[in-house]
C-alpha cells in the first residue's frame, strides 16, 4: 500500500528498513546489498531523506554512515505507518474492524518485539463491549492464519478509564511502551 503513495520504492524500502531496524547504521554500498538497489538511486534517496530530517549521517573512518534520526518529531508515526502496512498486522486490523463495540485496539511492545518480560505481558489490548465470543472466534481465525498464539487482554471503557487514573501497573506499561493503535485514536489513550 505504501508503495502506492510514495514516489520512490527506494525510498519506500529505506523507510521500511530503518523504521524496522531503528538501530540501524550503515554505509551507502551496505544498504545497496541488503535493498538491491542502484548505487544512484539509493545515494539520492539517502539525501532526500536527510534533508527531511529522518535520516542523519556520521563519517566513520573512510565512510559515511546512515542512522535514523531518533529526534525528528515523525519517527514514531513512520514506525507506526509501516508497521501497519505489514500484511499480518493489516489481517489483525481487518478481523478488529469487523467486531462492533471496540473502542480501542492495541498490538503491545510484547507483540511487536516478540519478547515477553514477565507472564502478564500481552500482545493486544482491546478497549470496550465487544461480544467476547465473536472476540474469541476471531482471535482463533487469526491464530490459525499467522501461526501464532495471541494473548490477549479485554477491558471494558471504564474500567480502563479507571485504570489509567489509578496508575495500574499493567495499563501503564502497555500505554508507556511501543504500541501500534488499530482501533481508536491516539488522544482516546491519554
Excluded: W
Excluded at 556520521?58 to 505507518?81: R, T, V
Excluded at 486490523?93 to 511487536?112: H, N
Excluded at 490459525?144 to 506499561?173: A, G
Amino acid at each position: 500500500m505504501l508503495d502506492k503513495i510514495f514516489i520512490s520504492k527506494v525510498r519506500v524500502k529505506l523507510l521500511q528498513l530503518y523504521t524496522k531496524k531503528p538501530d540501524l547504521s550503515l554505509h551507502v554500498r551496505g544498504l545497496v546489498r541488503e535493498l538491491d538497489e542502484e548505487i544512484n538511486a539509493v545515494r539520492r534517496e539517502l539525501n532526500n531523506l536527510e534533508d527531511a530530517g529522518i535520516l542523519q549521517s556520521e563519517k566513520k573512518g573512510n565512510k559515511l554512515m546512515y542512522s535514523i534520526d531518533e529526534g525528528c518529531p515523525i519517527i514514531p508515526e513512520l514506525k507506526a505507518m509501516f508497521r501497519k502496512d505489514d500484511p499480518v498486522i493489516r489481517r489483525i486490523s481487518k478481523a478488529l474492524g469487523e467486531i462492533d463495540k471496540i473502542s480501542i485496539a492495541m498490538l503491545t511492545d510484547s507483540y511487536l518485539k516478540n519478547k515477553y518480560e514477565d507472564h502478564m505481558d500481552i500482545d493486544m489490548l482491546i478497549v470496550g463491549q465487544p461480544d467476547v465470543d465473536k472476540v474469541s472466534s476471531k482471535i482463533a481465525e487469526l491464530e490459525k492464519d499467522i501461526s501464532k498464539t495471541l494473548k490477549v487482554s479485554i477491558v471494558k471503557d471504564d474500567e480502563f478509564d479507571f485504570r489509567k487514573k489509578k496508575n495500574d501497573p499493567f495499563i501503564n506499561k502497555i500505554l508507556k511502551n511501543d504500541k501500534i493503535l488499530l482501533v481508536g485514536e491516539t488522544h482516546d489513550l491519554f
